[in-house]
């Protein structure tokens, strides 16, 4: 199947998926949401190795902004999407393997493998949280609850990120 058509085909529906599903699923303390899921950041995750960057930091954009526009957070998720965008190629270029890497592939479990994905998306799903935290509670006197919330969240989010990798394992 053509990159471009998967791409799209993925980006429908883990947004859908975040919207129908996980922006329901928020865990608060004192008005202050502690655990929230987001899976959308596996559509940065997810592009190819060879995407440029100014690519990925509008899909970034475009795809926070479609769940700011659902959860009623105008420019937290648009924010946090375009970090992720601007930040992957550093990250995937701090993490590159011995032999680096195949030409063209998407970065996934089976194109590379389960250790350096766990490490990618740990790495990537961190900064997303930490900057959704900050974005949204932006106050230095709250930094523990940002803290919290940033591990909290993350670690959930990580989570469902790696459970929907292994069961749908996508291929090339």
Request: glycine content about 6%; proline content about 5%.
């Amino acid at each position: 199947m053509n990159v471009y058509r998967i791409n799209i085909i993925r980006f429908l529906l883990l947004i859908l998926t975040q919207i129908l599903i996980f922006n329901f699923f928020s865990i608060e303390w004192f008005t202050i949401p502690f655990i929230e899921i987001y899976i959308y950041p596996l559509v940065i995750l997810l592009l190819p190795l060879k995407t440029p960057r100014s690519a990925l930091i509008i899909s970034g954009f475009i795809i926070g902004i479609i769940v700011d526009i659902f959860n009623n957070t105008p420019g937290i998720h648009s924010g946090a999407g375009t970090l992720i965008g601007y930040i992957r190629p550093f990250i995937i270029q701090f993490i590159q393997p011995r032999g680096g890497y195949k030409v063209n592939i998407s970065p996934t479990i089976v194109s590379i493998n389960f250790k350096w994905f766990a490490i990618y998306a740990g790495i990537m799903t961190f900064f997303h949280s930490l900057t959704v935290s900050i974005f949204d509670i932006f106050q230095l006197k709250f930094l523990h609850y940002i803290l919290l919330r940033t591990f909290l969240s993350g670690l959930a989010s990580y989570l469902i990120v790696m459970v929907i990798m292994i069961i749908f394992n996508p291929k090339e």
